[in-house]
């Protein structure tokens, strides 16, 4: 641990986006645009089955009907859907074999994330999914985890060797119709993850997938597909980066998560997409919909997230609390600095009996910046002895950005019990200065004052994911206090 | 070590501070007493940079350094240490990583590598003794939900852990009753030795049965007005601080 604090300093004075590298690969695009002969062509690359391609054509009719949602609390420039490249994939046809067939430029973006896709350099016993730009660049650890009858793939493959399964789940929890850039996605979604655990399985490591955009111009739309049958067990890891480019990039994600009886899936996530230089030119507008289905009873989904990147965010990971006694959990911790926007929180839909949920939403804005809390907690008429607790915290530094809290209850069962907290604070120039006396850079303090106000969430993270956290925590807020 | 020469400072454009001289050589204690207002504290927030403080004049060096060219964190790393009035609360943050991290950068900006952990929570073992500091300091937020007494003491603890040359200890004794008074003041004379040196800002005398000064200094509307041994505290307890404005022909 004292190592791994130390390096947290030296990191911070390094500063700046450090991810915002450009790799050379030699990329394959197809037309700029959006039609109905791009989704067909993106599926035809694929070798997707017809019903496939009609679920996307389908997805693309109703998505035309559709206008982008005014409601967030966020200011979106108008996007040009014509001038996206909705699929680009790093040259090299066919999906490597091994490692020695990966070109190595890739291997090296990867590593420069410090991604590791040589097994035996792994030590932390993470299984990555690697995807960069529209597809998954390589599979780590899939044999060992087969022998317990996991499966952890890309989408591609997914659909391509089990799509009995992909057909009956996908779209099962965000269908197509769900929203504007939920159509968008199941439309041209190229690649993603794929995770099925089955009955009675724990997964004995954490599954992780790593999503890189690095081509110009280009879209990224994955879809991630969890299922836990009953009594099963996953901890899953997602983290993100882009180069600096000064064009806005698009991603619109779908998660889904199918979770049945006593089954627990743990949804991490370390958002950091590049959020846009100091003067918010470029950035990566980040429009996703996650949500997890608690279909069987005594089953349990937890989200946590740690959201620094990113112009633009628009993500409500949600719960629906269909088994009985099922309990869905949200944990997050969002910064926005600059000229970012967020407008993030989470949906509880108490649908079964004695189902509860927890709420901990932790937002801190500094310079321009402005941070939305957006949640909805919904108890149905039959969800007799529902139960939640939502805290929302937001932290000011600077007086030029906004923290916004816009809690939606809609309670029909009068034995529900639901509860909301708030508060809203800033860090004071007397805790900074404390810290300055004992010797500690104004910088550094900021950074121990709001890692320790994230607390809380940061603890919900993986070890591995936590350190990771509590660096980026400070980093992203550099420059904030002047 | 310590020279402060007509030093003037500003807060909020009203001038508190006019016109300082005080020379405190190591192994010295220094008090300074004072009425309300006196500008006691704005001494203490000045010697360590406290941004709401502006210096219109005047010099402060500090072992060969100008110590107004100094940043507060350096200030704090060249040795120099307060033990705040109000010790803030900082939720979240463990005293085991606001001090390791405190600790680490004073040793880096010493060219020293950083501690190890095990020798680390040794030495926070060891330096809890000097003010009788509760076992489970270690695991809570700094100063949250730490009574009067256990912030003040707590202060203490981190002034032994950080070993400073100059200890400017504001207050100390305030809301601290008679038994917490005697740890604390126990704990600053263990500290002490030829080597470093502390001035004690005090309304009272009280403390200064504890923590015995070598000079007694009294400040009145931003100056020194009188300068003496430490009998002079005992007077100004018995008489209060009138005869001193008597004296000054107000």
Known sequence: ?482 | MLTIKNLHANVNGKEILKGIDLVVKPGEVHAIMGPNGSGKSTLASVLTGNPAFEITEGDISFYGKNLLDLLPEDRAREGVFLSFQYPVEIPGVSMVNFMRTAINEQRKYKGLEPMSASDFLKMMREKKEYVELDNKLANRSVNEGFSGGEKKRNEIFQMAMLEPRLSILDETDSGLDIDALRIVATGVNKLKSSENSTIVITHYQRLLDYIVPDFVHVLYKGRIVKSAGKELAYELEEKGYDWIKKELGE
């Open chain 1, 1 to 482: 641990m004292p190592q791994e604090n130390d390096n947290i300093i030296n990191e911070l004075t390094q500063g700046e986006y450090k991810y915002g590298f450009t790799s050379d690969i030699e990329t394959d695009y197809i037309p700029m645009g959006l039609n109905e002969d791009i989704v067909r062509l993106i599926s035809s690359k694929k070798n997707e089955p017809e019903w496939l391609l009609e679920f996307r054509l389908k997805a693309y009719r109703y998505w035309l009907t559709l206008q982008m949602p005014t409601w967030p609390h966020l200011t979106i420039p108008d996007i040009d859907y014509q001038k996206i490249y909705y699929y680009a994939s790093p040259k090299k046809k066919e999906g490597p074999k091994s490692l020695d067939e990966v070109d190595p430029e890739l291997l090296k973006t990867f590593d420069k994330l410090g991604i590791p896709l040589h097994e035996q350099k792994m030590l932390s016993g993470m299984a990555v999914d690697a995807v960069l730009d529209s597809v998954s660049v390589k599979t780590t650890f899939k044999e060992s985890l087969a022998e317990l009858g996991i499966i952890f793939c890309s989408f591609s493959e997914a659909v391509k060797d089990y799509p009995e399964l992909v057909q009956k789940y996908m779209g099962s929890v965000v269908g197509y119709a769900d929203n504007y850039f939920a159509a968008l996605n199941s439309a041209v979604f190229s690649d993603g993850s794929f995770v099925f655990i089955p009955k009675g399985v724990r997964c004995p490591m954490e599954l992780s997938t790593y999503f890189r955009i690095n081509a110009i111009n280009t879209g990224q739309f994955e879809r991630t597909l969890i299922v836990a049958e009953d009594d099963a067990y996953v901890s899953y890891l997602e983290g993100c980066t882009a180069p600096m480019r000064d064009e806005n990039q698009l991603h619109a994600a779908i998660v889904e998560i199918i979770i049945n009886e006593r089954a627990e899936v743990k949804y991490s996530t370390v958002q950091n997409w590049y959020p846009g230089d100091k003067q918010g030119k470029g950035g990566i507008y980040n429009f996703v919909t996650k949500r997890a289905l608690c279909k069987g009873d005594h089953s349990k989904v937890s989200w946590t997230q740690v959201e620094t990147g990113s112009a633009i965010t628009w993500k409500y990971p949600s719960c629906i609390l269909r088994g009985d006694h099922s309990v869905g959990e949200f944990y997050s911790v969002a910064v926005t600095n600059n000229y970012q926007q967020a407008d993030t929180g989470s949906k509880m839909i108490h649908l079964g009996k004695n189902t509860s949920s927890h709420i901990v939403s932790k937002g801190i804005s500094a310079g321009y910046s402005q941070n939305s809390y957006r949640g909805l907690v919904k108890v149905a008429a039959k969800a007799e002895n529902a139960r939640n607790f939502s805290q929302c915290d937001s932290l000011l530094l600077g007086d030029k950005c906004g923290a916004h809290t816009f809690p939606y209850i809609d309670v029909h069962n009068e034995t529900a019990i639901v509860e909301h907290e708030a508060t809203t604070s800033k860090i004071s120039e007397d805790q900074v200065f404390y810290c300055n006396q004992r010797g500690i850079s104004t910088e550094d303090a900021i950074g121990l004052i709001v890692n320790g106000y994230a607390k809380e969430v940061l603890n919900k993270l993986p070890m591995e994911f936590a350190v990771e956290a509590q660096k980026l925590l400070a980093i992203s807020l550099e420059g904030s206090v002047g």
